[in-house]
């Protein structure tokens, strides 16, 4: 059994293709390596680089974390989808996060942004060319935003 069974497979099979076609249209490239619903989802969650992604309240809250953002930022999938994603920042941090955020909903995504977050139990770390982007359908029909981590050092 896998560690998300607990979890809609409806909304991961969703969520999971939501964030892959995004991802694919803003950069060109590919997050996993296989176009089925199913195996994207066992491959994304599995995947060793963090994946997370946010809704599109006023407040957004976290509601997508892979296996490797959960360990990243030590919590589980419950605690992480409750979590204003404003809180993965330290409060002196907060202002650049959201000048970040904005930089994505203009232009769609960026790949270059590295800054210190925050784990459930205080300590930091250090993101490094992260890419975060807007979470679309093939409509425009906007969902969020998610960001793809692929390197980050413990502070």
């Known amino acids: 059994m896998h560690v998300w069974q607990d979890i809609d497979p409806q909304f991961?099979?969703?969520q999971t293709g939501r964030i892959c076609w995004s991802y694919a249209h803003w950069t060109g490239r590919s997050l996993v390596d296989d176009s089925d619903s199913k195996s994207a989802?066992?491959?994304?969650?599995?995947a060793e680089f963090a994946v997370l992604s946010h809704d599109t309240r006023a407040e957004p809250v976290f509601n997508y974390a892979n296996l490797a953002a959960q360990r990243l930022f030590k919590m589980n999938w419950a605690t992480f989808t409750q979590l204003p994603s404003r809180f993965s920042a330290e409060a002196i941090l907060q202002a650049e996060r959201e000048d970040f955020l904005q930089r994505v909903t203009e232009h769609g995504y960026i790949d270059d942004y590295s800054g210190v977050r925050i784990a459930s139990d205080g300590s930091r770390f250090r993101i490094q060319q992260a890419t975060v982007w807007n979470i679309v359908d093939v409509h425009g029909v906007y969902y969020g935003q998610a960001a793809m981590i692929p390197s980050w050092q413990t502070l």
């Open 12 to 14: 991961l099979q969703w």
């Open 41 to 46: 989802v066992v491959q994304l969650m599995q």
